[in-house]
């Protein structure tokens, strides 16, 4: 992949992003003409610059899994395209998605169950060199500053010893030592620490911090922890049922909140705090699910300032002030 | 926030902790896995000492000291378990024939295995039309009758101990393909493979490197059930007369003394001891598969 078109193209730009999943088939759909299909990430526009990190809001299952993945390549977009680096991501294959995967990298949200049970830790993070085919003499040395950027003790303390064998905390280290050890450009991170014990957390973030931050990673939170965006991202994106409905930089999207359901969101944890346990939120009702293709805003059954007009226009992302964008009539 | 170092008492000591270890322990600790055990080892203990243990050639019609045909001899020092209605040493057939239970059951558990392993590998992991075929085709190897089966096979080549083999591995893959598959449905799901493929690992390398070890115990067990199975099987076959005619096998004792009215005779020493054996390692298949199962769901047990 060529590097660098110029320092102003975007590392990562999503444009019309969108993830339709087919629903478990039954019987009875036998005899309908269309199923509905669940819309998990539905027209969404992002950029990530080099270096910038930035967080993706939301409640369970609202798509922000979905989104990680479809940037990584994990999954392919049902509509929309994804440019890395200048270069569309739908069309690699062969050594440029070795190329790509050397550059784009995932942290996981359970680190109990992100590494191999059978590999030891040395062999687990070798294993990205392995694949990506660098050369083996170096690996070593590689590991080993991975391993120092996310502090953990040298090679030599893990000999022999698998992931069983390690706390969460280390687990998770090790976890993001696997990412960095292909020396990426980018990652994401997927709820990097809700799997973690509360007392571990800020541990892990703060290295996550440092790191971004000394090797300018550009990076994107995924997390529906209003304190960890606080915490780690200079930008964020708040996502509901598959659409990016408001975006602006972390403090002033915090303290003035535009959208209804951001200003929900907020009710719930009027002092964010990353070592806070987690506790569902204050919303009335529940995410309606993703099916189907609504008319409409798709905040508007659980939104307390609904119009009668928001029941039949999509509301669209709109700048609303330098930097800030929201999707609501009402802004 | 202060920088959490990590202390460096809480990293346990090097030592490859390992899960396999303390279930062989767990084996060897239960009684009819233990017995099962010996009763292989026995097997093939005998198998490869057969030449050195067989007193006669069992296919040899044996002769007394006055020059006549040593027929229905009793339990003697000469003759360990007496002799056939023609004269031949039953106690040489029998060890002759734990080669033949040995050679039928590793090679058909081995076969079962293998083919059961890679359908239910790739059947789980690709999915699709792939999976949709392959799975097809294991309904249609389940349905078709074994016994049947195998003497219609029989029929079509010459009467061969490899017919019961290739009967064993071709109606009895699908019981493999199956578990294996829903196991690899299971495992693709873990984060792990995520991880592999995010890591630049191809599918290849997912599917035998990350996924397959995973699952190996679980061919093992339907590689230990599938023994016996097969010396049951050709034991069978060769009873109602369609076995290899050349070898001697337990089965084809069994025929042997049946069809010579061993049984009306009373003539004990000829048909127990082959009946014996076959249940014995029958049986011993079924605790091994047992023992093999707790060691790979030790929550089984209560
Ligand atoms: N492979 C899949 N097949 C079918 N539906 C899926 C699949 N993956 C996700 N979904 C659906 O897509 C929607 C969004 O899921 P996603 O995992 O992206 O949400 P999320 O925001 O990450 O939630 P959480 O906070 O619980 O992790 C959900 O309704 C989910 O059920
Ligand atoms: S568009 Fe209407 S329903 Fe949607 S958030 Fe704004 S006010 Fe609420
Ligand atoms: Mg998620």
């Known amino acids: ?331 | 926030m202060a920088n959490v170092q990590m202390p460096a008492q809480s990293l346990p000591a090097g030592q490859g902790g390992n899960a396999f270890v303390a279930g062989l322990r767990r084996i060897l600790r239960d009684p009819f896995s233990v017995a099962a055990l010996v009763i292989y080892v026995l097997l093939v203990l005998v198998a490869i000492f057969a030449d050195q243990l067989m007193t006669h050639d069992p296919t040899q019609i044996q002769f007394r000291a006055n020059g006549r045909v040593a027929t229905n001899q009793p339990v003697s020092e000469a003759f360990l378990l007496g002799t056939t209605n023609l004269g031949r040493d039953i106690y040489s057939q029998l060890i002759a024939g734990s080669r033949n239970a040995l050679m039928v059951g590793v090679t058909a558990a081995i076969s079962v295995a293998a083919l059961g392993t890679l359908v239910g590998l790739l059947s789980g992991y690709f999915g699709g039309r792939i999976d949709a075929f392959l799975m097809r085709l294991a309904d249609v190897a389940l349905a078709i009758p074994f016994l049947p089966f195998v003497i219609v096979l029989s029929g079509f080549f010459r009467a061969n101990t490899w017919n019961v083999v290739i009967a064993v591995a071709l109606l009895l893959w699908p019981n493999t393909a199956r578990v294996i598959r829903s196991q690899v449905l299971t495992v693709k799901e873990r984060a792990y493979v995520e991880a592999a493929r995010v890591t630049g690992a191809s599918d290849l390398r997912i599917l035998f490197v990350h996924v397959a070890p995973n699952i190996l115990p679980l061919t093992f067990l339907y590689g230990s059930v599938a023994i016996g199975w097969a010396i049951l099987t050709e034991a069978a076959v060769s009873f109602v007369g369609f076995g290899d005619p050349s070898r001697i096998s337990w089965g084809f004792m069994l025929q042997d003394a049946f069809v010579s009215q061993a049984l009306s005779r009373g003539s004990w020493n000829w048909f127990l001891p082959p009946g014996i054996c076959i249940i014995m390692v029958v049986i011993a298949g079924f605790f091994l598969a047992r023992g093999a199962e707790e060691v790979l769901f030790p929550k089984l047990r209560s």
């Open chain 1, 1 to 331: 992949m060529a590097t660098g078109l110029s320092a102003t193209t975007p590392l990562v730009e999503a444009r019309g992003l969108t993830k339709r999943f087919a629903p478990p088939a039954r019987l009875t759909d036998m005899f309908r003409k269309e199923r509905p299909h669940t819309h998990a990430v539905n027209k969404v526009d992002l950029t990530i610059s080099r270096g910038e990190s930035i967080g993706l809001l939301g409640e369970s299952g609202c798509g922000k899994t979905t989104t990680g993945r479809l940037l990584l390549k994990l999954i392919e977009p049902s509509a929309g395209d994804i440019l890395f680096d200048g270069t569309a991501v739908a069309g690699l294959a062969g050594p440029s998605l070795i190329d790509f995967r050397k550059r784009a990298q995932l942290v996981f949200q359970n680190p109990f169950d992100a590494l191999n049970p059978r590999f030891t830790i040395e062999r687990a993070l070798a294993e990205p060199l392995v694949n990506t085919g660098v050369e083996r003499a170096t690996h070593r040395d590689r590991v080993e500053k991975a391993l120092s950027q996310v502090r953990l003790p040298p090679l030599a303390r893990f000999e022999g010893l698998f992931p069983h064998q390690l706390s969460g905390g280390q687990l998770q280290r090790i976890v993001l030592a696997r990412a960095l050890v292909l020396e990426p450009d980018f990652i994401v991170a997927d709820e990097p620490v809700s799997m973690l014990d509360v007392s571990v957390r800020a541990g892990v973030l703060n290295v996550m911090r440092e790191v971004r931050a000394s090797l300018g990673l550009a990076a994107l939170y995924i997390s529906h922890d209003l304190a960890l965006v606080r915490y780690v991202c200079s930008r964020t994106l708040v996502m509901y049922l598959g659409r990016i409905v408001e975006e602006g930089p972390t403090e002033d999207l915090l303290k003035s909140p535009l959208h209804p359901y951001t200003r929900a969101l907020m009710k719930a944890v009027p002092v964010p705090r990353v070592d806070q346990s987690r506790d569902p939120l204050p919303i009335i009702g529940n995410v309606s699910d993703a099916r189907g293709q609504p008319k409409g805003c798709s905040f508007r059954d659980r939104c307390p300032l609904a119009i009668a007009r928001c029941a039949d226009d999509e509301p669209a992302l709109r700048s609303v002030a330098p930097g800030r964008r929201v999707a609501c009539h009402l802004v």
